[in-house]
C-alpha cells in the first residue's frame, strides 16, 4: 500500500474541496479512480476518499468491498450469444451482465419477450383468450379495409426487393409494411408465412 499523498502525485498539493462544493458525482469509476482506490492505505476515510475523487461515498465503499473479496481483476466467462450461437465473453459476476453481443441485442430482446408473451398466453384462461383474439380479429380486419385503399400492387407478382424488406424489416408493424410496399395487410401475411415455410424468416 502507498500513502494517499503519493498515489495522488503532485495533485496532492490541493486543498481539499469542501463538502458543500463538492465535485460532480459519477456512477461509474474510471481506471484512474479504480486505481487510486487500490493504492491508497486502507485506514483513509471512505468519505475522505469519495470527496477527493469526486464520488458518492457508497461508490468507494462498494469498490473496496469488491476489490477485498474478488481482487482487482473482475471475472471473465466465455459462452455464447443466446441469439446467433456465435461465442461472447461476459465480464463480471452480476446476474444481469449481457448474454449476446451488442448487433444482436435488438433482435435478442424481442426473441426473449416473445418467449415471455407465450409462456403468460398459457396462463390465462380461455375465455380470456378468446376476448383477445376476437379483439385482434377485429383490428386486423380494420387495418385489412384501410389497407386496400393503398394497395397500388395487389395481387401483382412479389418481387426479391419486396422479399427482402419483410426478412430485414420481420419485427415491424404489418401495416406499415402493407403500406409501403402497396400490399393489402392479409398480402403481406400470406406472403411472410410462405417466406417461413422456405425457412428464410423466423
Partial sequence: MVPLDSAWG??????WPQRQRRARVRKLLTDEQSWVIVSVDPSVPDRQLADRLGVPVSTVHAARWRFRRQGWTCAVRYTVCLH????????GRHHSRREYH????????????????????????????NVVLDRAHEHEAERQ????????????????????????RAGEPLHILARELGRTLWA???????????????
Fill in 10 to 15: 503532485d495533485e496532492a498539493t490541493l486543498a
Fill in 188 to 202: 403481406i401475411l400470406a406472403r411472410r408465412w410462405k417466406l417461413r415455410r422456405q425457412g428464410v424468416l423466423e
Fill in 102 to 129: 451488442d448487433a444482436c441485442r435488438q433482435e435478442a430482446r424481442r426473441s426473449i419477450q416473445r418467449a415471455i408473451d407465450r409462456r403468460r398466453w398459457k396462463r390465462m384462461p380461455v375465455e380470456a383468450r
Fill in 84 to 91: 446467433c450461437g456465435d461465442p461472447l465473453t461476459r465480464r
Fill in 145 to 168: 379495409a384501410a389497407s386496400q385503399a393503398s394497395a397500388v400492387q395487389h395481387k401483382a407478382r412479389w418481387t426479391e426487393d419486396e422479399d427482402a424488406v419483410l426478412i430485414e
